[in-house]
């Protein structure tokens, strides 16, 4: 993302928000795509931290999901904590539109570990265990599925089906804003998920938390080898577990021993294999707009315009 912050501005800023005295050290992480993020310790501080800072307000860039996600972090990260054992960093501090930024920042305890990929097989047995009791356990309150975090980017449906008919929808005004593809693809796309509508109305269960982007950089291992942390549920969303299998696999994440600890075989009934060639839809289009938009690089874009015709081939 553009517009990255000055040294001058983060060190005033963190003096500012994290109360600080005297010299304090901050690193900026080499993990971390779209938020700048950066450990910070020293200072006066108990403990190091993580703060977060939001990109600028540029939705051109973003897809739909993305403006403000940061927002729906605190209430997640305290459900997670509250009831699961998956271990997520407590959030500190959480302040929409920075004075000193003109951003959001978030600040969290900087758990021990370091991203790895899942590590042995021990990890991987022990990210799904973790993951299985998230998607039982959290659950979501009041009903409705989607996005449902404080940056709304889409109104709550009573059904999954629709929920995913609408964010399929709001992908596809995404990829047509900074032509990613032609009127006619578009349509094609379009009505390939009306056709198959009824697909996605299998689930009726209350909406699963699904935090929608494990992989290698999100997981956190420590010097042990134990499973440390999940991070960067920014991105999460609430409804059908069958999704974020999809990313799983689609992320490499999806191992025999993850399934193990998962504990749940998956459904291989031919609606369950057309919902799976939609979900992996929805994460490779996604990265037409990421490549257009972001890094101006349409040959990139060009490639997951190719991999979705493959997908959709397959589906055909």
């Known amino acids: 993302m553009t517009g990255e912050l000055s040294r001058e501005q983060l060190r ?35 403990r190091p931290v993580v703060v977060r800072v939001a990109p600028p307000e540029d939705r051109a860039t973003m897809l739909f999901y993305e403006h403000r996600m940061m927002r729906q972090e605190p209430r997640l990260h305290a459900l997670l904590r509250e009831g699961t054992s998956m271990p ?40 799904g265990k973790r993951l299985r009791e998230v998607h039982d356990r959290v659950r979501a309150e009041g009903g409705g599925y989607g996005y449902l975090g404080e940056h709304a980017p889409m109104e709550a449906q009573s059904t999954w089906g629709e929920a995913f008919c609408v964010m399929w929808e709001l992908l596809l005004q995404d990829i047509g804003r900074c032509e990613g593809a032609s009127e006619e693809e578009l349509e094609h796309w379009h009505d390939l998920a009306f056709r198959h509508r009824s ?6 269960e209350p909406a699963s938390l ?16 134990q499973l440390s942390g ?21 992320c490499g994440v999806s191992t025999p021993a993850f399934w193990e600890g998962y504990g749940l075989e998956r ?40 991999m979705a015709g493959e997908l959709i081939t397959s589906l055909e």
């Open 88 to 127: 997520v960093p407590e959030v500190l501090y959480f302040e929409e539109e920075n004075e000193l930024l003109g951003r959001d920042v978030i600040v969290m305890e900087r758990l021990l570990g370091s991203p790895n990929g899942g590590g042995t097989s021990a990890v991987q047995r022990e990210l």
């Open 210 to 225: 699904l935090h929608m982007d494990i992989w290698a950089e999100n997981i956190l291992v420590d010097e042990g080898g």
């Open 12 to 46: 005033e800023a963190m003096r500012a928000i994290l109360n600080l005295s005297g010299g304090f050290g901050i690193e900026r992480s080499a993990t971390g795509k779209f938020n700048e993020t950066y450990f910070v310790e020293g200072g006066g501080l108990e």
């Open 267 to 306: 459904r291989l009934d031919r609606e369950a294999q057309i919902r799976r060639v939609f979900y992996l839809l929805y994460e490779v289009l996604k990265y037409i707009v990421i490549r257009i938009a972001r890094q101006d690089n349409r040959p990139g874009a060009d490639r997951y315009r190719a």
């Open 199 to 204: 697909c996605f109305d299998h689930f009726e």
């Open 230 to 250: 999940l991070v960067d549920w920014d991105r999460a969303l609430w409804g059908d577990v069958e999704i974020e299998f999809a990313v799983l696999d689609y």
